[in-house]
């Protein structure tokens, strides 16, 4: 039997989990969410659910695992979920949450277009290596810069020039910057 524990609010908007035939209830203290397939049935406690006593363990920290199984196709390594809520969860607070290796659930109460546009804020954010990176020239402005880096809610933009790496543009750079007119190549951090 597996338990995770879940963040206050996890379950405010279900339909968005698409999860089929799923039957809630309470006992003993525990909140049950039970497939209705007895092979897998699986326990979720909330806060309120555990009391924690101070003292020593023959636990270590190294000997436990957190990593919680989602959904079929999604695991997250630290059992941290926000609530699907427009109060709590928009791309910010999804990046914070990725960082740490929990997961933002983005809430509905959004165009299509700006959800997908949350998620890929997030995917940016929190990606080791980004496979299709935006890229500027070093012959362009830094007001072009600014504009791309307030789109995609960025803080650094490759310079390429010839599809090989000549810089970096970070908001850093910017803050020393003399005019938006300036070439990125002035203001720029030089590849070695």
């Not at 920290?61 to 427009?86: E, G, H, W």
């Not at 070093?138 to 880096?149: H, I, K």
Request: with cysteine; net charge positive; proline share 7%.
């Amino acid at each position: 039997m597996e338990t995770v524990v879940i963040l206050w609010g996890l379950f405010h908007h279900l339909e968005s989990f698409r999860v089929d035939k799923i039957s809630l209830f309470k006992q003993r203290a525990c909140t049950y969410i039970q497939m209705l397939n007895p092979d897998t049935i699986k326990t979720y406690l909330t806060f309120d659910d555990v009391l924690l006593l101070p003292g020593h363990s023959k636990v270590l920290p190294t000997d436990v695992s957190l990593r919680t199984q989602l959904t079929k196709k999604i695991s997250i390594n630290c059992p941290l979920v926000s609530a699907p809520m427009d109060t709590v969860t928009e791309a910010a607070l999804a990046i914070a949450l990725a960082q740490e290796g929990g997961i933002g659930i983005i809430h509905r109460n959004l165009p299509p277009e700006r959800q997908r546009k949350m998620v890929d804020q997030v995917k940016r954010s929190v990606s080791a290596m980004i496979p299709d990176p935006i890229t500027m020239d070093p012959d362009q402005t830094l007001s072009t810069a600014l504009r791309l880096m307030g789109k995609y809610h960025i803080t650094g933009i490759p310079i390429t020039k010839k599809n090989k790496l000549v810089g970096i543009l970070t908001n850093r750079d910017l803050r020393t910057a003399p005019k938006h007119s300036t070439p990125i190549r002035d203001v720029m951090t030089k590849s070695k």
